[in-house]
């Protein structure tokens, strides 16, 4: 057999380990698992404990060597190469979800990087020769719904992020990161693994251009910029009764006005642009008290820099507005920003290639949401691949991608991973 | 000595009691005390039940017969008359708080009454006559910010409100009233005392007319009118990055949007009416997630009965234009409403004389937000009385009244109380 042929095709399916993944996808549902079929796993939570001590079992029996970094990272090392000190190929994505979100996103990239592993030591016993390691990785907080802001642990990794402001970051409650992390004994101490050659991401499209034209598999080649505010509008609480109209300060009134400019702001470039509040939280909440405090999230996202720029410039003005009109104080906590980036053609062409071999169709398309190859990005070329979201329905318990779909996935991150491994994790050698 | 001048004046003060109850109401200010000398007591909170515990304590050994009626509001009732039977006269207000409320809000009505009943019986063992017993009550959950509607207790009292309604109110974790006042020992069994032959209650102002114009004590004379509506609406939950914008059905844009126009109802009759939205619970609340629901709270409270009208008419439209502009579904979960009412002359004609007995200057005013009383109103003849709040600050920690303005509303209070337990409870003949 060729060095890139090893796998044995299972008699009648046409496919290796066909179905390998979408059963171990079921069995991380149960982690904070809905009756939806949906699951609440956020970051450092009890579910995301389970699903990390499951995935930490699993990379050990597949003879891996696991690691937990100071923020959480979970890496499995699988020692290839038969040299020491060989380059890394790295893939992986997150354990964690949304509140009521859905059992692929994040969860098919991390087993799917396991059973990659799995099956490339399978050929390293099996007689291929590596020259590069492995390593299947579980990344920190890439939803950003219980800590801000999202792709922490990635962005850790890669030094956009200090790691002791990642684990100073609050949730809600007030609760640090760190504590959350040390309550479900994923504090670690252990050094990360040096950054590696290159960086593969299996995703759900979370859109539904692939389904409408029947592509099975995605090859990302741009990523859509994001400006991300939290914003705190500071008012006085009052009794909502008889305290006068004109000497309110209403927190919740200047962050409703910014609601609705937010959303005006994406009529402007219609389907180039994205605008978003998904989170307000009000103090005290009460039915008879004017609200002293309102913290919003707001969410830009645009095809290009300047609509975006100018859209972060609008958005300013209207939070400046609102919080004039209410008379309340405004305070802007962070900004983060993702600027529009092209992932390098080197990988693509080897992901393009890689989907001829498995006999897939593909095309090249954007993302408009955040991955953790967008991190990684900052440090090496990073390759991410969307298998199709059925109904484009995403942050949501009724996300489903279809167990084929999942197979022809897999199907070809494994040639990916075989390619580069026997390459010394250099795309261009890979693809030749 | 005359019969309504029993109680012996302390040499210097001028003022019988001078201090007691202010003295009282700091002890108080400990159960779910803040920092600020603030108080988060939410009803039937572990801190209520210290401070419920603490009245009971107070109350026997003032000598009242304590009980506790299905819904947790507590009575104490001071044996007075001379024979079984008798009338009852029954003063109160409540304990429980705002979130970050303040320590005179309710409790100085409760308190008031308690330190009434102590000096009434004390008059009874020097020799004074009576002819109607004394009930001193502390209603549960008037605030409505745990539990939805206000005023429930005294609601369920005078018959407005259902007792198994009021028991299955759901705080927003979920948990039923009756589960609440379970775990602090407060789900009763007594049966409430008898519709009184009056009730009056002594609060803080919560505006600022009386400070304004120098005048100590405030009797109201008629309520403003109030409409409440729960609201909510069902979005769906999608990501907020590649859903494109047409697709969304974001149920935060709805909330928004409807806080601008209630906000802006208020406008159409500068001063005639207060609009307000306190309170919006968002899920899933995370900040890449389009919000699948919100859940607010419209209160509208107006001078004349015509504007409320039109104002619940105008806020109904809005909801409606909102939930179609962010093509989402609503429900108005429930609607209160408090008609306008006058308070009877025949209670405010005798606390003005009790004021100018004393020596206070007092005036008419309204009431903007609900009371116990205006409940009341539906079963018996009803006074409120009122002592200045200092800069009008309400339902927020820095509230205050000046401890000379808690005595002063004390004597009118006890004079009140003198005057009608040995008139059966007649405010008419207690006049005289």
Known sequence: MTSTSFIPEPAGSGKAGAGQ???????????????????????????????????????ESAGAEVRTDSVGNQYGIFRLATTKGAPLVMMGSHLDSQPQGGRFDGVLGVLGALETGRRLMQAKREGVVFNADFCAVNWTNEEGARFRPSLLGSGTFSGRIKAEDALASR???????????????????DAPPPVPA??????VEQGAILEAEGVPIGIVTRNWGAAKMDVCFH????????????????????????ICDVRDIADRWPDRIHTSV???????????????????????RAVDDDILR???????????????????RVDVSS??????????????DLIKLCAAETGHVCREIDTVSGHDALSLLDVCPTGLVFVPSVGGIAHNEREETHSDDVDRGMAVLTRVALRLCQ????????AL
């Open 21 to 59: 993944v979408a059963r171990m996808l079921e069995q991380f549902a149960v982690f904070g698992g809905l009756e939806t079929g949906g699951v609440t796993r956020l970051c450092a939570s009890a579910a995301d404990g389970e699903a990390r001590d499951a995935f930490a079992a699993l990379l």
């Open 171 to 189: 949730d809600d409650d007030g609760l640090t990161l760190a504590q959350a992390l040390d309550a479900i004994g994923y504090l670690g101490t």
């Open 198 to 203: 290159c960086y593969v991401e299996l995703h």
């Open 235 to 258: 008012g006085e609480q009052a009794h909502t009764g008889p305290t006068k109209m004109r000497s309110r300060r209403d927190a919740l009134f200047a962050a409703a006005q910014t």
């Open 278 to 300: 998904g989170r307000l939280v009000v103090q005290p909440n009460s039915p008879n008290v004017v609200p002293a405090r309102a913290d919003l999230s707001i969410e830009l």
């Open 310 to 328: 100018s859209a972060e410039e609008l958005a300013t003005q209207a939070i400046q507005k609102a919080a004039a009109k209410a008379n309340v």
């Open 335 to 348: 900004r983060t920003a993702r600027p529009i980036r092209t992932l390098p053609s080197v990988l693509s």
């Open 423 to 430: 390459s010394r994790g250099d795309p261009k050698q890979a």
